[in-house]
């Protein structure tokens, strides 16, 4: 099992920037598939990146039509962390944001953005972006 720790939230105004950082632990794999998602109140937990890393170490990455051309995920297998660069930053971003492990095959077109398929989730990071 692995433990996951998101940090970096925090408040900004619209149009600002953050990172995210998400440090893994326990058992890890860099041929993992490895995704953020996040949670606005009274809302479905929603997918928002994920990447997997081939063994070519070429990185196949996925995003919500919401945040793509702004967000941009990566990972260092090194450091065992996943990261979320958020630019352009909108008060619709505002949500409790979480990062999630799942097994490599996850990663792909149709299912990168469930929720269910994902077996392991940090305890989350808020971010609020004001207007």
């Known amino acids: 099992q692995v433990q996951l720790v998101e940090s970096g939230g925090g408040s900004v105004q619209a149009g600002g920037s953050l990172r995210l950082s998400c440090a893994a632990s326990?058992?890890?794999?860099?041929?993992?598939?490895m995704g953020w998602f996040r949670q606005r109140p009274e809302k479905t937990r929603e997918g928002v990146a994920a990447?997997?890393?081939?063994?070519?170490?070429?990185?196949?990455?996925y995003y919500s039509n919401s945040v793509e051309d702004r967000f941009t995920i990566s990972q260092d297998n090194a450091k065992n962390t996943l990261y979320l660069q958020m630019n352009n930053l909108k008060p619709e971003d505002t949500a409790m944001y979480y990062c999630?492990?799942?097994?490599?095959?996850?990663?792909?077109?149709?299912?990168?953005?469930?929720?269910?398929?994902?077996?392991?989730w940090g305890q989350g990071t808020q971010v609020t972006v004001s207007s």
């Open positions: 999630a492990a799942a097994p490599r095959y996850v990663c792909a077109f149709a299912s990168w953005s469930l929720a269910a398929r994902f077996t392991s």
């Open positions: 990447i997997k890393t081939a063994a070519s170490n070429t990185a196949y990455t």
């Open positions: 326990g058992y890890t794999d860099s041929s993992s598939c």
